[in-house]
């Protein structure tokens, strides 16, 4: 009885770790399925949703229920998928499992304070050189990327001001924005603003509520769907206000790119935001340089899907080679996170960055040429390349597994 209990309550405590880590629940509720089988309990009963985990190890067993745990950092995800790793394969038995898990939440980050503040300052101008690749523009977003970090400085001290963060950053940015922009500093600020913002948007939680839709986790995509519009409606909000107070004539809130550094701005904007990833959210450093290749083919693919297919052509292409080059980090080094090195590529794919620009657009100015279907379209595009790219690297991983099996059986 005692090991029924020590089982069942350190599966709960993953699959909340794992929820915190940002996994899509179906993902959460396989992964601890293959856990409870290695550890012998097989029809282990698992509920997962965005609050926490529910679980028996077996119908009509006791259930119990681990919450999430907040957010957890790259470093911090990383530590929990590899205890996950070692568990499924019997490498580490659930007492020192379930204090590696308990130790995780009190982890410190693997650099300085000044280095992580330092990761906030350098990814705006990072992802700006993607976005929006003009000198102008990298200038006022590093600006405005200082006054984002002060922010979040600030509600880390203060949590009772996190929940006004996404209208106060937004409408702090959006004044340096436009104001620049009235006095001619930049083009087409619309860009420009969302790459201070870019690392705050619920761009993951969007795909992965579509995702969980589609797999038929109805209750986890529905909620998390609902949190993360609410949070594109209080950025809005707050760009709103400050077109409110600085108004910009239609024509200069039109979605455009402007590109006048040249070819090697995207590569120069892909090392910095690697760079502040490393900085901000201190994955291992082995986890960097396969967080970096990714980046590059999700960004590569993103280009080439946009060539032929339009916006939701690049976002289903982009998504599909970033889930596949993580499955593929992961069957070369299987101790390395997937996850880990899937998650930072939703700062270029930014579909949360591109419902915050329509509803801006149409909020500001009704008759605006703002795609809001469109948007819903990339959504769903990456959702799918997410889904589609998933299925062909674990069908893929399964007949490796099983001519590894029958090779092993022949000698």
Known sequence: MSDEVEVRTLLARLGAALVAAGQPVNEVEADLQEV???????????????????????????????????????????????IRHLLARGRLDPPAATA?????????????????????????????????????????????????????????????????????AAFVVACIVFAAARHGLVEAPLRTLLAPLAVLLPGALLVTAMAELVTGHMVAGTSRLGYGLVQVLL???????????????????????????????????????????????????RLVPWIFVVLVLAFGAQVAGQALGGAVGGAFLGALVAILGSYAVESVVPRLARLVVFLPSFWLLVPGSLGVLAATQVAVDPTADADVLGVVGIVAAIALGLLLGAAIAQGLGGIVRRRSVAGRAGD
């Open 36 to 82: 409870g089988t290695a550890l012998g309990f097989p029809d282990a009963q698992i509920a997962a949703a965005p609050t926490g985990v529910t679980l028996s190890l077996a119908v009509g067993s006791p259930s119990t229920f681990a919450a999430n745990p907040g957010t957890l950092r790259l470093d911090q995800a990383s530590e929990v998928r590899e």
């Open 235 to 285: 950025f809005t909000l707050g760009i709103l206000g400050a077109a409110r107070l600085l108004p910009l004539a239609s024509a200069d809130l039109a979605n455009v790119r402007i590109n006048d550094i040249g070819w090697y701005a995207a590569p120069l904007g892909l090392v910095l935001v690697t760079l502040a990833i490393a900085l901000l959210e201190s994955p291992p450093p």
């Open 100 to 168: 590696r898990l308990l130790a995780v939440r009190d982890q410190a980050p693997r650099h300085p304070a000044w280095l992580g503040t330092l990761g906030w300052v350098i990814c705006p101008p990072g992802i700006a050189l993607v976005l929006q690749p003009m000198w102008s523009s990298v200038a006022v977003a590093t600006v405005a990327g200082i006054a984002v970090t002060a922010l979040v400085r600030l509600s880390q001290r203060a949590p009772r001001f996190t929940a006004l963060l996404p209208v106060v």
